[in-house]
């Protein structure tokens, strides 16, 4: 199911994006799909003040509907690579939204290589960034999970 007809738009994070992010973050079946260990609160915002927003080399952007919070979509270095990652919140799952906004963030986000490492069990990340032009060039252990690897050119 798609909504052809709602506005996907991207915008700077706002101090009242972090609210969202954290309750999207704590959502059972987000935490079930993507494995990732959701942060206390405090963790949580010390994280994003400090490592992201915090961080001048790091793209950061949130994911609207209608100009609802949906979700963020980040780039960032890691050593001499560069990684994308992407939540959203559970109401935006499965309706096309993911896509739009990636292919909006890629317009702003021109380095090149860049790497995604979704765990490989979520095959919905998998395939949105295949859509992209991301490319597995192999596996990934973190902790007992398994990450496909994935990189644009």
Known sequence: MSDDDVEVRLRDVVEADLEFFLAYEHDPEAVRRSRFTPRPREAFLRHWRTKVLGDDTVLVQTVTVDEDVAGSIVAWWDGDRRFLGYWLGRPYWGRGIGGRALALFLEREQNRPLHA???????GSVRLLEKHGFRRTGTVRHGDDEHVMLVLA
């Not at 490492?117 to 095959?123: A, C, F, I, L, S």
């Open 117 to 123: 490492d979704p765990v490989g069990d979520n095959t």
